[in-house]
């Protein structure tokens, strides 16, 4: 938020800190830390509710503005995100591998979903009581790298938004029992049988 920000800058300048930055990744960098205040800023951002040592899912954790501020989004995102996030911290807090979540609000991409270990893109589905509700078609595996991939799409998978943690919370599991040793999720994802990722 403004305030946030602006609390940074005021808390960077009692610091002597000017520098700071925002990366495509929705994340906040502080530069020019002397070694020795490292701690004190820490503590400083953390104070603000910023965490400077996340967990997995929410260093990995992105979603676009979503429903809330976009004409073109058909299902809420940031606040999923994050109850998703504290769900899965409180259900999986030992889970320690790289996983990168996006969450879409439309088809256009601007949490980059398809390149995501586990990416959401929003759609209206239709739950067992035959309402339509919120949802997301899954794409699993994506990744950006020396060989880049789009994420793996299963035929006819969607997610109910109310049971994205019980999805990614099973995905997850089967990684963790299935990988082979220095295995990344995304390339777990690309190769792993259907069943493991439905």
């Known amino acids: 938020s403004g305030e946030i920000l602006e609390a940074i800058a005021a808390k960077g300048a009692e610091l002597g800190l000017d520098r700071f930055r ?47 501020y976009c004409k073109l989004a058909i299902v809420e995102t940031k606040a999923r995100t994050t109850e998703l996030v504290a769900e899965l911290e409180n259900r999986l807090p030992d889970f320690d591998h790289p996983l990168q979540i996006n969450v879409n609000g439309c ?25 339509t509700v919120e949802g997301f078609q899954v794409h699993l595996g994506g990744v950006l790298a020396a060989d880049p991939k789009t994420g793996r799409k299963l035929r006819g998978h969607k997610v109910l938004a109310d049971e994205m943690p019980d999805y990614v919370e099973r995905v997850t599991n089967a990684f963790e029992a299935d990988h082979t040793e220095g ?11 259907e069943e493991l990722l439905r």
Do not use: H
């Open 22 to 68: 925002l990366t495509p990744y929705q994340k906040f960098l502080v530069l020019d830390v002397e070694e020795q205040d490292v701690e004190t800023v820490v503590a400083t951002l953390e104070e603000l509710g910023l965490q400077v040592r996340p967990s997995e899912f929410l260093r990995g954790s992105m979603a676009c503005t979503g429903i809330e």
């Open 107 to 131: 088809p256009n991409s601007c949490a980059r979903f398809q390149v995501a270990d586990i990416g959401f893109k929003g759609s209206l589905v239709t739950n067992d009581a035959g309402e």
């Open 183 to 193: 295995e990344t999720f995304s390339d777990w994802a690309q190769r792993a049988d």
